[in-house]
C-alpha cells in the first residue's frame, strides 16, 4: 500500500471516529403563542399566532438535526405541539399528544427537543388540544437531505410553501362546544391559501424558464383539496419523506395531513398565474385562489380557472399511480428500495373498522366499537410511572370485530404491540365519508386499497414492490387500505383520525410499544424538563433504563 493511500485512509478513520463522537448539529427556535386577528376569508376573527405570524414561522432543519423549540403559552388554556410525520426515535416524550404529554399550562413554556433522525421532506405542525388548529398555530417543517446524500432532481431556484386547508370561519372555543354538545361542525365556510383567499397581490414570484419547489400540504380539519396552477403541470418528486417517480401531474388531490412536493417550471407565457385549492367530495364546492407572477409578466391571470378532477375514481386511480423510487437514496445512502418489505413474514394483522354513533342524541367516533377519551394522566406517563391500572386498560379491542359492531364505549383506547413485530394493519370505512389516518412515530407501506370489505384473500392484489412510503393512509367511502409496518419504535403512539371532528370525538386510540430490554437502546428516558400531572405528579420518579 502507498503512503498516500495510508494516509488516505488514516484521515477517513479519523472522520469516521469524530462523527461517531460528535452530536448532529442543533437548531434552535423561540416560540410566543398569543391570540390575534386573522381573516382568512376576509372578515376578522380571533386566531392563534406563532411570534406574531399566521401561519406560524417554519421549521428549516437538515435531517439529523436537534430541533429545539422553546414554546411560551400566552393563552388563556392549555397548549401542545405535534409535529406531524416526524418519528421521534425512541422519544414519544416529545409527539405533543395529550396520550404522551402534560399540557403546557397558560403562562408557562415548555421547551421541545426533537431530532429529525432518518427523514427528509415537507411536514408540517399544529396545536392539538381540542380545536385550536382551526384558527391556526400551524406552519411548515421542511427537512433537507444531507449535503453527501444525492437528490434525484437538480436544485430548485427556490421553495415555496403552499399550506392549503378548508376554514370554519368560527372560534375554536365554538366549534369545540359544538362537540361537546353532541354536533357536528358542519361545513366550512371556506378555503384558504397560506392564510389568505383571493387578491391580485402575488403568493410568489418565478423567473421565466427557471424551476421551483412548491411544497403542499393540507393543514385544514375534514375537506380533502385539490391544488392545480393556471397553465402549469406539476411534477411530484416526494410524498411524506419518500422520493417518488416522478410523474406530471395538471392536479393534485390532497387529503387532510398529506403533504406533496412537487416541481414547477416557469415555462408560460410571461404574466400572472392562479393557484387554485378547491374542495373534492363535497355537495358544494369550496375554492381559494392566489396570484403567481412571472417576474417580468406584463398581464392579469386569465379569469377561467383550471376546472377540478370529478367523481372518487379519478382520486383513487391517481393514489394508486404514486410510486417509489426505489433508486434515489432519502435520509441514508442506500436506496429507498433497499428495504424488501414484501418479503416478511407478518406476525399480527389488526383491521380497524371505524364507526359512528348517535345515542343519547350525542354524536361520537371510535375504532372497533370504542371512542376513545383522554384521561388526566397521560398514556405515556402512567405507563412509565406503572400506574396503568389506575388509568386505562390495554386492548380493549379486538383484531378482529365482529360485524355489525354494537354501542360505542368511552374509554381510553390502548392497545400492545410487540417490539420490532412486523404487523399488517387493515381500515375499513364501512361509511359514505372519505377517511384519513395518521400513525405518530412511523412511516408504513400503503399495500393496497379497494372498494368493498376486506378479506385475507385480498392480499394478492396487494403491490409489495414499490408503494410509497409514508405516515398518512386514506380511506375511500365504502372501501379498504392495508398498511405494514415494523413496530421497532418503542413509545406511546397516536393513531388518529385526520378529521378533527372525528379524532376529538373519539375515532382514535394509542399504540404501546414497550422495549421488553427497559434499555435506552430502545427508547429514551423521561427528560428531566417533563411536564407531569394527573396521578403521577407527585410520585417518585422510577429509576432510569439501563445503557
Request: with cysteine; hydrophobic share 35%.
Amino acid at each position: 500500500m502507498g503512503r498516500v493511500s495510508a494516509v488516505l485512509i488514516a484521515f477517513m478513520a479519523c472522520l469516521m471516529a469524530a462523527s461517531v463522537r460528535g452530536e448532529d448539529p442543533y437548531i434552535y427556535y423561540t416560540w410566543n403563542v398569543t391570540y390575534g386577528t386573522v381573516a382568512p376569508l376576509g372578515v376578522e376573527q380571533q386566531g392563534i399566532l406563532i411570534n406574531g405570524q399566521f401561519p406560524g414561522p417554519e421549521i428549516n432543519s437538515t435531517s439529523n438535526n436537534n430541533v429545539v423549540v422553546n414554546v411560551f403559552n400566552f393563552l388563556d388554556e392549555p397548549l401542545l405541539f405535534t409535529w406531524n410525520g416526524i418519528q421521534h426515535r425512541k422519544n414519544s416524550w416529545q409527539d405533543g399528544t395529550l396520550g404522551a404529554q402534560c399540557p403546557i399550562q397558560p403562562g408557562t413554556n415548555y421547551t421541545y427537543h426533537f431530532q429529525v433522525k432518518d427523514q427528509i421532506g415537507s411536514y408540517f405542525y399544529y396545536p392539538t388540544i381540542g380545536m385550536q388548529r382551526a384558527v391556526g398555530g400551524f406552519g411548515g417543517l421542511r427537512i433537507y437531505s444531507r449535503l453527501l446524500i444525492p437528490v434525484p432532481y437538480a436544485d430548485p431556484a427556490d421553495e415555496f410553501w403552499v399550506l392549503i386547508g378548508d376554514w370554519f370561519g368560527k372560534s375554536h372555543q365554538t366549534l369545540k362546544q359544538f362537540l361537546d354538545s353532541g354536533r357536528s361542525i358542519g361545513r366550512p365556510s371556506g378555503v384558504h391559501i397560506n392564510g389568505k383567499n383571493g387578491g391580485l397581490e402575488p403568493a410568489y414570484t418565478m423567473e421565466p424558464g427557471k424551476t421551483y419547489k412548491y411544497r403542499i400540504c393540507n393543514v385544514g380539519l375534514k375537506d380533502s383539496l385539490n391544488f392545480r396552477i393556471q397553465g402549469h403541470s406539476l411534477k411530484l418528486v416526494e410524498m411524506e419523506g419518500s422520493h417518488v417517480v416522478q410523474n406530471q401531474y395538471d392536479s393534485l388531490d390532497v387529503h387532510v395531513g398529506q403533504c406533496f412536493s412537487v416541481l414547477v417550471t416557469a415555462d408560460q407565457e410571461p404574466k400572472d398565474y392562479y393557484m387554485v385549492a378547491s374542495t373534492r367530495f363535497t355537495k358544494k364546492t369550496l375554492g381559494a385562489t392566489r396570484i403567481i407572477r412571472y417576474s417580468n409578466g406584463v398581464g392579469p391571470a386569465s379569469p377561467e380557472l383550471p376546472p377540478a378532477p370529478e367523481g372518487w375514481a379519478w382520486s383513487l386511480n391517481q393514489f394508486r399511480s404514486f410510486r417509489w423510487n426505489l433508486t434515489a437514496s432519502a435520509a441514508r445512502p442506500n436506496p429507498q428500495g433497499s428495504y424488501h418489505y414484501g418479503q416478511i413474514n407478518i406476525t399480527r394483522t389488526i383491521k380497524l373498522v371505524n364507526t359512528l354513533s348517535r345515542a343519547g342524541g350525542k354524536l361520537r367516533y371510535g375504532l372497533n366499537g370504542v371512542s376513545h377519551v383522554d384521561s388526566e394522566t397521560p398514556l405515556k406517563l402512567a405507563e412509565y410511572y406503572g400506574v396503568t391500572d389506575q388509568v386505562f386498560k390495554y386492548n380493549l379491542i379486538s383484531d378482529d370485530p365482529s360485524s355489525p359492531i354494537g354501542d360505542l364505549a368511552c374509554a381510553p383506547n390502548v392497545i400492545n404491540a410487540t417490539f420490532r413485530d412486523f404487523i399488517e394493519i387493515i381500515f375499513e370505512n364501512p361509511t359514505k365519508v372519505p377517511q384519513s389516518y395518521n400513525l405518530d412515530g412511523y412511516s408504513f407501506f400503503a399495500v393496497g386499497f379497494e372498494p368493498g370489505k376486506w378479506s385475507p384473500e385480498k392480499r394478492k392484489n396487494y403491490n409489495l414492490l414499490d408503494g410509497v412510503s409514508r405516515h398518512t393512509i386514506q380511506v375511500f367511502p365504502k372501501s379498504w387500505a392495508a398498511i405494514m409496518l415494523t413496530f421497532d419504535n418503542a413509545g406511546m403512539w397516536n393513531l388518529r383520525s385526520e378529521l378533527a371532528e372525528n379524532r376529538y370525538l373519539g375515532q382514535q386510540l394509542y399504540v404501546s410499544v414497550l422495549s421488553p430490554n427497559r434499555s435506552l437502546r430502545d427508547e429514551y428516558n423521561m427528560p428531566d424538563t417533563q411536564l407531569l400531572c394527573g396521578i403521577v405528579k407527585d410520585l417518585p420518579e422510577p429509576p432510569p433504563y439501563s445503557s
